[in-house]
């Protein structure tokens, strides 16, 4: 049995992501931002005041990772924690003006690289694809539950 890379999903996959990372970081490099923080913004854009294990289990990524990334985030300006009102040993995470401010750039900054990635593809292929790497990231995450 040989192992051809350019037939193998998990290849592709991780090609692929590490190309839309590296595009992704050309165009929020300016906005002072790092790919690794992204994903924690766009869950806080979309809810303040969420928990570290709240966005863990969002992010599906590890605590660790997510420590880091949030230390960087809080580091560079662009969280507070605040303690919960509820449990005093829980902290809430928020963003502060300059991230908020960030928000729309950004989110240009990715659309236009999810622009290049699906050029080469009509919108029903579009739709398609989108759909078939959902449905691999389910059936991965069920089985990671297993």
């Excluded at 790092?34 to 854009?45: D, E, I, M, R």
């Excluded at 990334?69 to 449990?87: A, F, Y």
Aim: proline share 2%; net charge neutral.
């Amino acid at each position: 049995m040989t192992f051809e890379k350019n037939f193998s999903a998990g290849y592709l996959a991780n090609h692929m992501a590490r190309l839309f990372a590296s595009g992704l970081q050309r165009r929020i490099k300016p906005l002072g931002l790092a790919t690794g923080q992204f994903p924690a913004l766009l869950a806080l854009w979309q809810k303040e005041g969420q928990t570290q294990k709240d966005l863990v289990g969002l992010l599906d990524i590890e605590q660790a990772t997510l420590a880091n990334t949030l230390s960087r985030m809080e580091r560079d300006g662009l969280i507070v924690r605040k303690p919960c009102e509820e449990d005093g040993r829980v902290q809430r995470i928020h963003l502060t003006d300059q991230a908020r401010a960030l928000k729309n750039d950004a989110v240009e900054a990715a659309m236009a690289q999810n622009t290049i990635a699906l050029a080469g593809l009509s919108e029903q292929e579009t739709e398609q694809f989108l759909d078939y790497m959902r449905r691999a990231i389910s059936a991965m995450q069920n089985d990671m539950a297993t």
